[in-house]
């Protein structure tokens, strides 16, 4: 069954707290993408990788860290200096140079 | 730069009636468009997508949407709306700058009044 997974589907976190976020794809897409989500708002990128062990920065990537280590997988780490991090977090991957993109089931993080 | 506006925050119909969703683009040059469907607590679904190939083009659900590139527009409609329509409704426009990124609109809530 070929897809995005994303884990946990809810998170909480205290205050100050590094939190990873996990993405996995198994359809072997080159990109994979982070956004995240608030209310009454669009998708706003984060970090996106074209290729396994490369990365760049997305519009909003102030306090957010990445790896891709493996072409499957994409982890986003929140860090204690992302000023508000609950929101809704959404995956997503395509082929590389395609504008077509596919997204998780994403995951909600609450920073209590 | 390549930018979208979604017209309506939030949209109301009766079940049964057409359901209308506007988008206008604003891109140099013939950008691919996509609209993608958000039910609550989901991932985002893609409803269809335009390429230049047809101005007219059929997505899933029963979704349609038609390129007018003489008004910069995007709208998405249905021609009865039915309960499970009711989420959030993405347009969304390639970012010419960067062949895998994309740009997305605000978003537009869809109820259907029963």
């Known amino acids: 069954d070929g897809g995005i997974t994303q884990s946990p589907k809810y998170l909480f976190r205290k205050e100050g707290q590094n939190v990873t976020l996990s993405c996995e794809q198994n359809?072997?897409?080159?990109?994979m993408y982070w956004y995240r989500q608030d209310p009454g708002q669009g998708l706003r990128l984060i970090y996106y990788s074209q290729i396994v062990n490369d990365f760049q920065k997305g519009d909003i990537a102030e306090g957010y860290s990445v790896s891709r280590e493996k072409k499957e997988s994409f982890p986003l780490t929140v860090t204690s200096a992302q000023k508000n991090p609950t929101a809704f977090y959404l995956c997503?991957?395509?082929?590389?140079?395609?504008?077509?993109?596919?997204f998780g089931p994403g995951t909600r993080l609450t920073v209590l | 730069a390549q930018s979208v506006t979604q017209l309506d925050s939030h949209v109301s119909v009766s079940e049964g009636t057409p359901v209308l969703l506007r988008c206008n683009y604003s891109?140099?040059?013939?950008?691919?468009l996509f609209w993608y469907v958000q039910h609550p607590n989901k991932g985002l679904q893609l409803l269809l997508k335009?390429?230049?190939?047809?101005?007219l083009v059929k997505g899933i659900n029963g979704f349609e949407a038609e390129f007018k590139k003489s008004e910069t527009s995007f709208h998405l409609t249905k021609p009865s709306a039915h309960m499970s329509d009711a989420a959030e409704y993405f347009c969304v426009v390639s970012d010419l700058t960067s062949a895998s990124k994309i740009i997305f609109g605000s978003g537009t809530r869809l109820s259907i009044r029963p």
């Open positions: 359809l072997n897409h080159d990109a």
């Open positions: 891109s140099s040059y013939s950008p691919s």
């Open positions: 997503a991957s395509s082929f590389q140079g395609a504008d077509t993109q596919y």
């Open positions: 335009y390429t230049s190939a047809a101005t």
